[in-house]
């Protein structure tokens, strides 16, 4: 369970507008009021409000998407994205790129679980594999003929890579190995002409990932590191959210507990969120009764216990995850055969079999696909990882970024009820409106996300202390208050929605 952090500003003898006005990141200047530092707690202060901002910012990304690319319009502005580890090393990962041999942009969020391997592995994998997918025949021959006969290949994606982005580069070989079998058997399948429609290829990039990491896993590769990063890739698992952005709308297919939400912006101009993906996890019946039915009626207590699966695993679909899916003879023979020098524990792998396993397979990553064909109001997409859900609500993230976006803050007016209110409760309501309407402190806006994600004080007000805090803890205890987050924020042209009068 996640422990309460709670704010107290009575530790500094400053009011909140006195710690905005300097913040030696943001002006770069004396406060205008003539006030300077005074005190010991003051310059505390400062430099940990710098710090704050570095390490929030570390791992954010902006990357403005042309309108016009000479293949057509854009259905994407521009996006915006950051993470922040409480894991050591962090065990999400994010991914962005636009698809040069067909339309649109894809987004992915992921989330490891059992170390960061699987979704490392799925974060430079899973794109390739959709993209391929909606590639035409002719796309598909050319490719096949450049690697026969040596000559550089056409480039399938254009990667938005961060800098602090990490690649298996010994792997690399492997997985475009893998990729080609993947196109090869496209080209050979009679019905595969113009390429897959988006949820036909979001569908078969999730199945058929899935499947080359577990055959991985279980032949023979050329080299120890390559054997051992395949085990460990399988044998730890991730879950999966991943947009396709096309002008005529967005496709999302989500495999576990990441999640998209749209931000609409109604006529009076406040914000809504519209869902565009499940979690699966247990607060989902429908998802715990699709399991169930997969399974003997004499396992139906033992399948979901705990709300985990086999009393185990929060999220009931994942990439990899081989514990919940091979038969437990498998999974002996695959650990056995790693090097006798190997050590299973610096790799993340034991020897663990979950009770009651006994009809494999527990888990698969079939991802469940949504569509959504654009309109006026649409605005913006989210893509979060559970530890930014765990910590703010989907209307409350589309609002904050909605305001973020456009710097309007809508206040309600005060009602009837709140007239009434004594003095204590009008300064509470006063404390209330007045954070929401307080200056955004980032350009990012998943940065922005993040920073109220943390450090909202409980009259939704952000609080520097408790912000703090959080960043604060030490990597032992930051995974007991919180778990690593990775937001995109995608702006979306609305107006390719907007019918166009002559």
């Known amino acids: 369970p996640r422990l309460a952090l709670h704010c107290h500003f009575s530790s500094w003898g400053t009011s909140r507008s006195d710690l905005r006005s300097f913040s030696s990141e943001e002006s770069g200047n004396w406060p205008q009021s003539g006030r300077y530092l005074s005190t010991r707690q003051d310059l505390d202060f400062q430099l940990s409000q710098v710090q704050i901002n570095s390490i929030l910012r570390s791992h954010e990304q902006t990357v403005t998407v042309p309108e016009f690319d000479g293949r057509g319009l854009s259905a994407v502005k521009k996006f915006e994205s950051n993470q922040l580890a409480a894991n050591t090393p962090n065990e999400d990962r994010r991914s962005a790129a636009t698809c040069l041999q067909s339309k649109g942009m894809l987004f992915g969020v992921f989330d490891g679980h059992g170390g960061w391997a699987c979704a490392q592995a799925v974060s430079e994998r899973l794109l390739y594999y959709v993209a391929v997918a909606m590639m035409p025949k002719q796309s598909l021959e050319e490719l096949e003929n450049c690697m026969e006969h040596g000559r550089p290949v056409p480039p399938i994606l254009q990667w938005y890579k961060h800098h602090a982005d990490f690649n298996y580069r010994e792997s690399a070989s492997l997985y475009i190995d893998h990729l080609r079998v993947f196109w090869q058997e496209l080209l050979d399948s009679e019905e595969h002409d113009e390429g897959m429609s988006p949820p036909d290829a979001l569908d078969r990039a999730f199945k058929r990932l899935d499947a080359d990491i577990s055959l991985e896993a ?201 007239r009434q209110l004594k003095l204590g409760q009008m300064h509470e309501l006063l404390l209330r409106r007045q954070a929401r309407a307080s200056p955004a402190l980032d350009t990012n806006a998943a940065t922005h996300l993040i920073r109220h994600a943390l450090g909202t004080g409980e009259y939704r007000e952000l609080c520097q202390e408790r912000l703090a805090s959080m960043l604060a803890l030490p990597e032992d205890l930051a995974r007991m208050y919180r778990d690593d987050i990775t937001a995109t924020v995608v702006s979306l042209n609305s107006d390719l929605a907007r019918p166009h009068h002559s």
């Not at 576990?256 to 931000?263: E, F, I, K, P, S």
């Not at 565009?276 to 399948?303: C, F, G, M």
């Not at 649409?378 to 979060?384: A, C, K, Q, T």
């Not at 989907?394 to 970024?401: F, G, I, Q, T």
């Open 218 to 418: 279980q032949v023979p590769l050329s080299n120890d590191l390559m054997k051992s990063t395949a085990i460990q890739v399988a044998f730890a698992g991730c879950t999966a959210c991943v947009a396709h952005v096309g002008t005529d709308g967005i496709h999302v297919a989500n495999a576990g507990d990441c999640r998209a939400v749209l931000g609409v912006q109604e006529k009076d101009g406040s914000w809504s969120a519209l869902p565009l993906s499940q979690d699966h996890n247990s607060q989902n019946q429908a998802e715990v009764e699709r399991i169930k039915s997969q399974h003997p009626p004499s396992e139906r207590d033992t399948v979901v216990t705990d709300d985990r699966l086999l009393g185990v695993l929060m999220p009931l679909r994942a990439f990899g995850d081989v514990r919940f899916k091979w038969s437990h003879e498998l999974q002996q023979s695959i650990l056995a055969s790693l090097e006798s020098g190997v050590d299973l524990d610096s790799l993340n792998l034991y020897q663990y079999t979950p009770p009651y396993y006994l009809t494999p397979p527990y888990l698969d990553v079939a991802p469940e696909i949504t569509y959504h064909k654009l309109r006026p109001q649409d605005r913006f997409l989210i893509l979060g990882t559970d530890g930014l859900w765990d910590e703010l609500g989907s209307e409350e993230a589309v609002r904050l970024v909605g305001e973020h976006l456009c710097g309007v803050h809508l206040q309600a007016p005060v009602s009837p009820s709140e």
